[in-house]
Antibody, heavy 119, light 110 residues
């Protein structure tokens, strides 16, 4: 069974940093592209970042470019999101999502981890 | 302001048919990129409902169907059931912005 489990969320002050993790199981993690998607409270979904299966290709949404860094450790079946210079508008539930074989749709999602940026 | 435009809400009585539209532009849906649809039940993570415009993943009832034409796509739900009450999101690829989502549509079953 495919499972994605996020962790690392919490309360952080504006300007602070946080590192999110996503532990994958039930599939060959190193074969799949991965994404981070966030959802602000009461709002819609916003794509944040993409990383290829090998980690060699990375993309970011303009809203986080230069502040967030996506990475992965295929030996540990884990995906990461390093978030620096956090702002109030980064407050959201962060989901990791697998970009699967179904025409690059996001076929599996984690349960999400809440990041709250507030003083 | 989302790149893909969806109606904020739709509603229907049990057994009825409802449709949710997703309007894009020539840089995303109109450029030929696939549209995917997700269902988000209250308090849960999104779940893939339709991929590649009109394909259902295993386990998704055939009451759900998708279509695409020009710069728009639609999700149709027939035989509406109480458990279909959820938020629905369309997603596509944009040549400038990469992955983009619609703003979401809240479906209320009356």
């Amino acid at each position: 069974e495919v499972q994605l489990v996020e962790s690392g969320g919490g309360l952080v002050q504006p300007g602070g940093s946080l590192r999110l993790s996503c532990a994958a199981s039930g599939f060959t993690f190193s074969s799949y592209e991965m994404n981070w998607v966030r959802q602000a409270p009461g709002k819609g979904l916003e794509w944040v970042s993409y990383i290829s299966s090998s980690g060699s290709t990375i993309y970011y949404a303009d809203s986080v470019k230069g502040r967030f860094t996506i990475s992965r450790d295929n030996a540990k079946n884990s995906l990461y999101l390093q978030m620096n210079s956090l702002r109030a508008e980064d407050t959201a539930v962060y989901y990791c999502a697998r970009e699967g074989e179904l025409l690059s749709s996001f076929d599996y999602w984690g349960q999400g981890t809440l990041v709250t940026v507030s003083s | 302001q989302s790149v893909l435009t969806q109606p904020p809400s739709v509603s229907g009585a049990p057994g009825q048919r409802v449709t949710i539209s997703c309007t894009g532009s020539s840089s995303n849906i109109g450029a030929g990129y696939d549209v995917h649809w997700y269902q988000q039940l209250p308090g849960t993570a999104p779940k893939l409902l339709i991929y590649g415009n009109s394909n259902r993943p295993s386990g998704v009832p055939d009451r759900f169907s998708g279509s695409k034409s020009g710069t728009s796509a639609s999700l149709a739900i027939t035989g509406l059931q109480a458990e279909d009450e959820a938020d629905y999101y369309c997603q596509s690829y944009d040549s400038s912005l990469r992955e983009v989502f619609g703003g979401g549509t809240k479906l209320t079953v009356l």
